[in-house]
Nanobody, 122 residues
Framework: QVQLVESGGGLVQAGDSLRLSCAAS??????MGWFRQAPGKEREFVAA????????YVADSVKGRFTISRDNAKNTVYLQMNSLKPEDTAVYYC?????????????????WGQGTQVTVSS
């Protein structure tokens, strides 16, 4: 069992940056992922990272703009979002799975945070 709490969302203008954080009660043995869900759309994969942080995966839609990282000493995973676009507007969710194989689909994760809202104005 692990509890996840996201933070760092907000209202920004196009081209700005945000860094989301996900604090976990324990993530040393969990692969972690970020997903997002816009109104009227399905939840979509954004990025994921392996337990040790050596492997990362990023969706094509955000590649080159978003970076996932983790600090296991702080039990925290981050999503650095640069050059934000209005289409990045969504609720962003952190997810965890006790596995060495990093899932890139939502059904691959067992634990979810409550989400944090990111709104990008044009």
């Amino acid at each position: 069992q692990v509890q996840l709490v996201e933070s760092g969302g907000g209202l920004v203008q196009a081209g700005d940056s945000l860094r989301l954080s996900c604090a976990a009660s324990s993530q040393r043995t969990f692969s972690m992922g970020w997903f997002r869900q816009a109104p009227g759309k399905e939840r979509e994969f954004v990025a994921a990272i392996s337990i040790g942080g050596s492997s990362t995966y990023v969706a094509d839609s955000v590649k080159g703009r978003f970076t996932i990282s983790r600090d296991n000493a702080k039990n925290t995973v981050y999503l650095q979002m640069n050059s934000l676009k209005p289409e990045d507007t969504a609720v962003y969710y952190c997810a965890a799975k006790n596995t060495f194989v990093v899932p890139t689909v939502s059904y691959g994760y067992d634990y979810w945070g409550q989400g944090t809202q990111v709104t990008v104005s044009s």
